[in-house]
């Protein structure tokens, strides 16, 4: 798919990562509506960037935990930019909580880090799903974690919930062919991000020694890969892994 003057709709472009995907997709040809839960400044931030690279950048106000929110959401894209071809379902939230302190993850937090990393990436494709499925069709890529393909990462919460997004790539990958391609990149650690910050110290130190690369996964190399998954038009149902070259299947938690 030519991304130029495609609608590109990135939750949580105010992020770290989310941001540079937003870069990419713009650089690419693409307009750009992104979204946040509280950071305007940094969305805002988002907005210039991709306008300086002439394409068209909104901003929107989502928490995806709530339903009424996401239709919001959609609603003021639909407004602004009157479809949506691309759905990059990257918000995501985390808390570390390392994986022997099962005392210490509660309901209220398993339910939060599941409703916003799985349940709300399922809620917004269901919404978009008429725009996603119009014409020749769109994409959909979804950032998970490589702690969704091995016991580790901030939480169990957090591991169980991009374990469940990387089975809802498979599963969006049957229900909305053949007019959706649906692909997942899983990134690795990325150094300096929000997110790692709030990692376990064993589980950044672990994430470093292993990475076979010398270096952890990079957000310039999660947006080059969402920006490939958009652009090719028969590759569905995979996932990407950005790690610095770590074996997925390894445990270092
Ligand atoms: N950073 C890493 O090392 C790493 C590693 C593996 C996977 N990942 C994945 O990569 C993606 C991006 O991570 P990041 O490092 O860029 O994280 P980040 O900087 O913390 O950004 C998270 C984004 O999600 C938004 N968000 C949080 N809760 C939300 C909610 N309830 N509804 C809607 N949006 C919400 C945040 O909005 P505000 O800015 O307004 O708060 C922000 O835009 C995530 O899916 C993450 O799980 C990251």
Redesign the pocket.
Known sequence: MDLQDKIAFV?????????AICDALATAGADIAL??????D??QAAVERVTALGRRAIAIQ????EES?IEAAAAQLRSAFGGCDILV??????IGIPFPDLGDLDAVTWD?VL???VR?PYLLARELQPELTAGDGGRIVN?????GLAPS?SSIA?SCS?AALIHLTHCLAVAMAPKVAVNCV??????G????GR?PDAVSAAARRQAVLGKV?S?VD?AAATVMLCQADTISGQTIVVDGGMPAAMNFG
């Open positions: 939750t949580g472009g105010s992020g770290d990562i989310g941001g979204s946040y839960v509280g950071n305007h940094a969305a989502l928490d995806q935990r929110s379902n990257n918000a995501a939230w985390n939060r409703e916003t990393n709300g950032i998970a974690s490589v702690g990462s957090y991009k899983a990134p690795g650690l990325v150094e991000t929000r997110m790692a990692l996964g957000a999660i």
